[in-house]
């Protein structure tokens, strides 16, 4: 069964702190992404990870793959309020659908 | 830059009632897909398309669904006779190849009473 798990599914967080947000996934696959959503909006791309040890920053948030643990990480560094959001990660598997983890709400508070 | 749109918006529509969902995607895209997201849940996929036909389906996409492209510019998604349970925000998304990025629309929010 094609499973992408995330972890912490809630996370509040104060200003300034850093965290990780985890994914898990079920069966190889060669892409992963990362999107953020604001409440009633659609889904903004925030990376696209390709290959074993891929890394990736922008501004505070740093995405990291591990394809052969099936883990990604989304790390996000001192943290202000308007990164607040809900976070997916989603694995592309064959055929080229995209299978949602359950996505991470993040509060960030001053 | 090219954007996937989506019409309408926002739809409210009795239970048992017809739905047509509409989607433009990016022009020179050939592969189309329909994902829902049940309000606070996680984005499921429904149906992928490519070259006028089906590619792959989810348990989701029952026979009260159908996709079609009928013309050269839209993809649609239809539900033939609404349930409650089929409220959610529908996301059109598209993608030059299915190892490409998918972009997707800002979602149509169907609401069934």
């Known amino acids: 069964e094609l499973k992408v798990e995330q972890n912490p599914l809630f996370l509040s967080m104060q200003e300034g702190k850093n965290y990780t947000i985890y994914c898990n996934y079920s069966?190889?696959?060669?892409?992963l992404y990362w999107y953020r959503q604001d409440p009633g909006k659609s889904l903004e791309s925030l990376f696209v990870l390709l290959s074993n040890g891929a890394v990736k920053q922008e501004g505070r948030l740093m995405a990291s793959l591990d394809t052969k643990a099936r883990l990604s990480t989304l790390h996000i560094t001192a943290a202000v309020h308007d990164l607040s959001a809900t976070y997916f990660c989603?694995?592309?598997?064959?055929?080229?659908?995209?299978?949602f983890g359950q996505g991470t709400e993040l509060s960030v508070k001053p | 830059e090219p954007e996937v749109t989506q019409t309408p918006s926002h739809q409210v529509t009795q239970m048992g009632q017809e739905v047509i969902l509409r989607c433009v995607p990016i022009s020179n895209h050939l592969y189309f897909y329909w994902y829902r997201q049940i309000l606070g849940q996680k984005v499921e996929f429904l149906v992928s398309?490519?070259?006028?036909?089906?590619?792959?389906k989810s348990e989701i996409f029952d026979d009260q669904f159908s996709v079609e492209r009928p013309d050269g510019s839209n993809f649609t998604l239809k539900i033939r006779s609404t349930k409650l349970e089929d409220s959610a925000m529908y996301f059109c998304a598209s993608a030059k190849d299915r190892a490409y990025e998918q972009y997707f629309g800002p979602g149509t929010r169907l609401t069934v009473t």
């Open positions: 989603a694995v592309v598997f064959e055929g080229g659908k995209l299978i």
């Open positions: 398309f490519y070259n006028n036909e089906i590619s792959e």
């Open positions: 069966t190889t696959s060669d892409r």
